[in-house]
């Protein structure tokens, strides 16, 4: 499964950036989707997963009501939609695909795109 990551960019503290993940293989909804961010001189961390089937969602406390993960299954995608964005949001940010396991945990993820980078200025 190869990911590619698309979006990133430089925008504003306040403004939005929405990420796309494109998936090139034919069992998309077999996966569990995420995204995780790296931060210069820090460790990447969780940001959101979603299920298989999109019903379900989850986030790290630091994104809770800013950031929103979905998934097109027809069009092998996932998106993340960034609003009212940080300075601290400035990271790469990666999507990643996981046949199942701990959403949180790096490990449990199989596929991981290149990463974008997204920067927000004060």
């Known amino acids: 499964v190869q990911l590619q990551a698309s979006g990133g960019g430089l925008v504003q503290a306040g403004g939005a950036l929405r990420l796309s993940c494109a998936a090139s293989t034919r069992t998309f909804s077999n996966y569990i989707m995420g995204w995780f961010r790296q931060a210069p001189g820090k460790e990447r961390e969780f940001v959101e997963a979603?299920?298989?089937?999109?019903?379900?969602?989850y986030f790290a406390d630091s994104v809770k009501g800013r950031f929103t993960i979905s998934r097109d299954n027809a069009k092998n995608t996932v998106f993340l939609q960034m609003d009212r964005l940080k300075p601290e949001d400035t990271a790469v940010y990666y999507c990643?695909?996981?046949?199942?396991?701990?959403?949180?945990?790096?490990?449990?993820?199989?596929?991981w795109g290149q990463g974008t980078e997204v920067t927000v200025s004060s």
């Open positions: 979603i299920s298989r089937n999109g019903y379900s969602t």
């Open positions: 990643a695909a996981s046949v199942g396991g701990s959403y949180l945990r790096e490990r449990s993820y199989n596929y």
